[in-house]
Each structure stands twice: as structure tokens, then as C-alpha cells.
T-cell receptor, first 110, second 116 residues
Framework: GDSVTQMEGPVTLSEEAFLTINCTYTATGYPSLFWYVQYPGEGLQLLLKATKADDKGSNKGFEATYRKETTSFHLEKGSVQVSDSAVYFCALSNDYKLSFGAGTTVTVRA | GAVVSQHPSWVICKSGTSVKIECRSLDFQATTMFWYRQFPKQSLMLMATSNEGSKATYEQGVEKDKFLINHASLTLSTLTVTSAHPEDSSFYIC????????????FGPGTRLTVL
């Protein structure tokens, strides 16, 4: 079946540091790929998505590129802020069902 | 943007009672809604898929008589936890798929259920 594997956390960074969270997937067909973010005490928010190979999703300074050859969708941000502290979930959609990775907790220190 | 609300945001109940959680899409029509359960520090587990006007499809291992789902309209789905027990305590999250956008789900803020 479909599955998503993402980098285990927690990740602790200083403000303005570079952030990368690795995500790889296994799926049949041509899934869409997503990154969701969950701030403390809140529900999930869509951060960015990509629907086909080589697409790059971007939002709020975050980027991820759909790499079919490596079945990856790594999340990157060049300069993180304290407000980026959250749990980040990589997910894929196949046949309209979402499969989530385990989540990566990111803490950014001032 | 697409907004999904849940009510209540938290509920505490006694063991044996039933609890209903509502999920509404506020500014779009959702032909499909999904119910997830999230344990502390863990990922979301899909419980069931709810299609407007038809019976919900439950994931393996989820008791359909325990977790009753009704999707009566294009903007409302409800999850009723029947005869709740402490092990049902969890964070329940719904999501809705925009009728016009096939692969993006918008999530509600979640409902924290605590069963005493």
C-alpha cells in the first residue's frame, strides 16, 4: 500500500538557520504530494502541494519539489523564524485518500 | 480560502455517554469528508470516509457501530462516539474535499475528547 516516510524529529534550530525535512514515499500510480503544518493546539493547515513530477510547491518561504526518480518531496526553508515552530507532516493523496508521515516536530529558538 | 469548522473544540464526558462532533465546510461544498484520529505526538489515522448521501466507508479496524458517521448535506458531517470509554479519548480531526478540487483536503481545527 501507499506509505510516507519522513525524517524523525525533533529538530531544533536557531533563528535564520536552514531547514530541511526529508520525505520519501511509496505509492502506485501518480499521487499528489503535500506538506501540512500543525501549530500547537491547532488543526492541520495545508502548507504546499505538488501534483506531478518536477512540480515545485512553495508557500511562506517553504519549498518542496516532486522528485519521481527518487520518490521524494523534501521540505526546505532558507531562513526559519520562531513562528515556524510546529509539527510538519508530509502526505500523499492517491484515489482521494491521504496517507501521512509520522510528523516532524520543529522548534526554532530565538 | 477554504474553511472547515468543528464543534465542539473540546469535550469532557463520563464513560458510557455518547458524544457528537460536527464538521462543517463554511465556504465550499464538500462531497467527501474524512474523519481522522490523532494520538499524542503521533500522525493522523484515517478512520472513515464520508460521502454526502451515502454510507461512510470505514478503515480496517475501526468499529462502525462505535463511531457513527452521518453526512447529511454538502456542508455537514457528524461523528458520534457511542458509549464512550476512556480509551476513546483522543483528538478527532475532520477534513473536507472541495467539490471542485479533487485532491486537496482542508482540515478542521480538531476536537479534543476526554472520557472520564
Amino acid at each position: 500500500g501507499d506509505s510516507v516516510t519522513q525524517m524523525e524529529g525533533p529538530v531544533t534550530l536557531s533563528e535564520e538557520a536552514f531547514l530541511t525535512i526529508n520525505c520519501t514515499y511509496t505509492a502506485t500510480g501518480y499521487p499528489s504530494l503535500f506538506w501540512y503544518v500543525q501549530y500547537p493546539g491547532e488543526g492541520l493547515q495545508l502548507l504546499l502541494k505538488a501534483t506531478k513530477a518536477d512540480d515545485k510547491g512553495s508557500n511562506k518561504g517553504f519549498e518542496a519539489t516532486y522528485r519521481k526518480e527518487t520518490t521524494s518531496f523534501h521540505l526546505e526553508k532558507g531562513s526559519v523564524q520562531v513562528s515556524d515552530s510546529a509539527v510538519y507532516f508530509c502526505a500523499l493523496s492517491n484515489d482521494y485518500k491521504l496517507s501521512f508521515g509520522a510528523g516532524t516536530t520543529v522548534t526554532v529558538r530565538a | 480560502g477554504a474553511v472547515v469548522s468543528q464543534h465542539p473544540s473540546w469535550v469532557i464526558c463520563k464513560s458510557g455517554t455518547s458524544v457528537k462532533i460536527e464538521c462543517r465546510s463554511l465556504d465550499f461544498q464538500a462531497t467527501t469528508m474524512f474523519w481522522y484520529r490523532q494520538f499524542p505526538k503521533q500522525s493522523l489515522m484515517l478512520m472513515a470516509t464520508s460521502n454526502e448521501g451515502s454510507k461512510a466507508t470505514y478503515e480496517q479496524g475501526v468499529e462502525k457501530d462505535k463511531f457513527l458517521i452521518n453526512h447529511a448535506s454538502l456542508t455537514l458531517s457528524t461523528l458520534t462516539v457511542t458509549s464512550a470509554h476512556p480509551e476513546d479519548s483522543s483528538f478527532y480531526i475532520c477534513s473536507a474535499r472541495d467539490r471542485g478540487c479533487t485532491d486537496t483536503q482542508y482540515f478542521g481545527p480538531g476536537t479534543r475528547l476526554t472520557v472520564l
